[in-house]
């Protein structure tokens, strides 16, 4: 099956500031990678996604890059605000299934 | 609200107790998923229904899970002997054919075995 990795585990950044989150993948048949946002007590809420056809996807503040031939993405947020401090899970989905990293604590410091 | 609802949101049970979660998907997604999640890890996925079939299972679902859905509307994921290894979020998500692989995950239900 798939084995996704994430990193880093935890990340600090002050308000203003942009915040990078990488994944890799295993997979090179994975063609979908979306990207979660995990507040304490709910479920994962999508914020942004991408397909394997595509380099890059903006929306607002939050960008997502692939590069499908070293197999990772990543997730980057610009003008970071205390409302953005969660957990950020990425995805990787192969047929019906998808396969989720092991988060990412972001902390944003006003 | 049209989300994704689950009931209940915490759950407390002793040891050998079989406990039972409901899931109401967003209506007319035809695609139905359970994950659980443990304290510091992703989501993993447990079982998927399309409409009514139960169509894939993972290894993690031992025989004393069963997963239902019947008339391929709300789903129920019961746990037969609960064991403390079974503490855990268990997250369901639903998803529409052809809405591009998008999945809405609801609340939760946090169970606590003793």
């Known amino acids: 099956g798939e084995n996704v990795e994430q990193h880093p585990s935890t990340l600090s950044v002050q308000e203003g500031d942009s915040a990078v989150i990488k994944c890799t993948y295993s997979?090179?048949?994975?063609?979908?990678f979306p990207w979660y946002k995990q507040e304490l007590g709910k479920g994962p809420q999508l914020i942004i996604d991408?397909?394997?056809?595509?380099g890059e996807k903006k929306d607002q503040r939050i960008a997502v890059t692939l590069n499908k031939t070293a197999k990772h993405f990543s997730l980057h947020i610009t003008e970071t605000q205390p409302e953005d401090s969660a957990v950020y899970f990425c995805a990787a989905g192969l047929g019906n299934q998808f396969y989720f990293g092991t988060g990412t604590s972001l902390t944003v410091i006003p | 609200d049209t989300g994704v609802s689950q009931d209940p949101r915490h759950k407390i049970t002793k040891r050998g107790q079989n406990v039972t979660f409901r899931c109401d998907p967003i209506s007319e997604h035809n695609r139905l998923y359970w994950y659980r999640q443990t304290l510091g890890q992703g989501p993993e996925f447990l079982t998927y229904?399309?409409?009514?079939?139960?169509?894939?299972k993972s290894r993690l679902l031992s025989d004393r899970f069963s997963a239902e859905r019947p008339k391929g509307s709300f789903s129920t994921l019961e746990i037969q002997r609960t064991e403390q290894g079974d503490s855990a979020m268990y997250l369901c998500a639903s998803s529409l054919i052809g809405g591009g692989e998008k999945l809405f995950f609801g609340s939760g239900t946090q169970l606590s075995v003793l």
């Open positions: 229904f399309q409409n009514e079939a139960q169509l894939e």
């Open positions: 991408i397909r394997s056809n595509v």
């Open positions: 997979d090179s048949a994975s063609n979908y």
